[in-house]
């Protein structure tokens, strides 16, 4: 996977796609370690809502890649036992779960095209942590995004004409 990051080009990539999928699984495993442990550093309640979300779905994520994995036919717990993170004392994140977040994935498309997730994330959760897995057609329900005016005094003002552009097109859809 070939990025650019301000004009400068940076290989993701082992030519190896069962270790690139091994490499995000144990990055997804790592941002949600990550993640708990910023949690557990605050007591701001809107902090703390914020970070069980990105909890919830770095486990989503996880999930992805390790039933890719064995849509492969390659057996990862043997190879990299995911530890399991407890997160019992966080209900911001139980309550998340509750909603069965830590097991859907959206398509983020709105036409019905066709994308193969369903075919990968299916059946049970891979880790302990019961549930079946849903793959969503459409996009996660959320507020609407204002169109506030340019701030020139902050870090990145305005958009450029194309992906303002597009960014209307979205609202309108």
């Not at 082992?14 to 442990?37: D, F, H, I, P």
């Not at 398509?107 to 019905?112: D, E, L």
């Not at 994330?121 to 329900?141: M, Q, R, W, Y």
Request: with cysteine; aromatic share 8%; charged share 25%.
């Amino acid at each position: 996977m070939l990025l650019e990051i301000h004009g400068q080009h940076h290989t993701y990539d082992s030519g190896n796609l069962v270790l690139n999928m091994l490499y995000n699984l144990m990055l997804e495993a790592t941002g949600r370690l990550q993640k708990c442990t910023l949690y557990e550093m605050s007591n701001n309640k809107a902090f703390r809502a914020t970070v069980s979300y990105l909890i919830v779905r770095d486990l989503v994520h996880e999930k992805v890649f390790a039933k890719a994995l064995e849509t492969l036919g390659v057996s990862w717990g043997k190879a990299l036992p995911v530890s399991r993170i407890n997160t019992d004392n966080m209900p911001e994140v139980k309550d998340l779960e509750n909603k069965n977040l830590h097991n859907i994935m959206w398509t983020f498309t709105n036409n019905g095209e066709p994308n193969g997730m369903a075919e990968i994330f299916k059946g049970e959760s891979p880790f302990d942590d019961g549930g079946t897995l849903e793959v969503i057609d459409g996009f996660p329900e959320g507020a609407d995004t204002p169109m506030f005016p340019e701030s020139p005094q902050e870090f990145s003002p305005g958009l450029d004409t194309e992906l303002k552009k597009m960014v209307q097109q979205l609202r309108v859809t």
